[in-house]
């Protein structure tokens, strides 16, 4: 049997307060964010379903999404943003003035240093791919919109790239971008290819 899935990853836009290490906090999109957002998916909405995180930065716009297309909408905690513990709602340069060597360390390798009481990538990664192995494996000939984190979906462009989880933040994921991947299956295997993704 043949089929066709394509997802397409998009990530939330700007929030308010700027850039901080949001992770589970819950803050809202700024008003430029949301416009990021509509700008991203003006040339795609022929999607079957959106599948969201459950945070408001990404959970408002698929609200809004879903009612102005009619779409179903579905929200999946396991794309829920990792976990920064200590970290949550602090900035870069916040954190280069009270902790930076714990920050570099963060940056040179994020497998290996976990901030104070944070998710541990690992089991973020595991959250992550367990929602997207579901999805690989029960879609067909669908287009989804998954809704998502700057974390997320760097772990998933990892996994797809085949590239290792301690180069994860060397993968640039810009707000309100928008990755495209198509799984296309054969009789010969399953075979997935990204579609226009800026690494």
Known sequence: MQSKTFIYLLRHGETE????????????LSEYGLTQMWTAVQETTNWDRIIS???MRC????????QHY???LQFEPRIREIHFGAWE??????????????????????TKFTPPQAE???????????????????????????????????VLLCHLLQRPLQRLLEIDVAHATLHGVCIERTPQGVQTSLLGAVI
């Open 17 to 28: 307060g700027g850039s901080r290490f949001n992770g589970s906090s819950d803050v809202p």
């Open 53 to 55: 995180s459950p945070l």
């Open 59 to 66: 959970a408002d716009f698929a609200r809004a999404l879903q």
């Open 70 to 72: 009619d779409i179903p």
């Open 89 to 110: 709602g602090r900035s870069a340069e916040e954190l280069m003035t009270d902790d930076a060597d714990a920050l570099t360390r963060y940056w040179q390798d994020p």
């Open 120 to 154: 541990a990538l690992i089991d973020f990664e595991t959250r992550v791919l367990s929602l997207w192995r579901e999805i690989i494996a029960g879609s067909h000939d669908e287009n989804i919109l998954l809704i998502a984190h700057g974390g997320v979906i760097r």
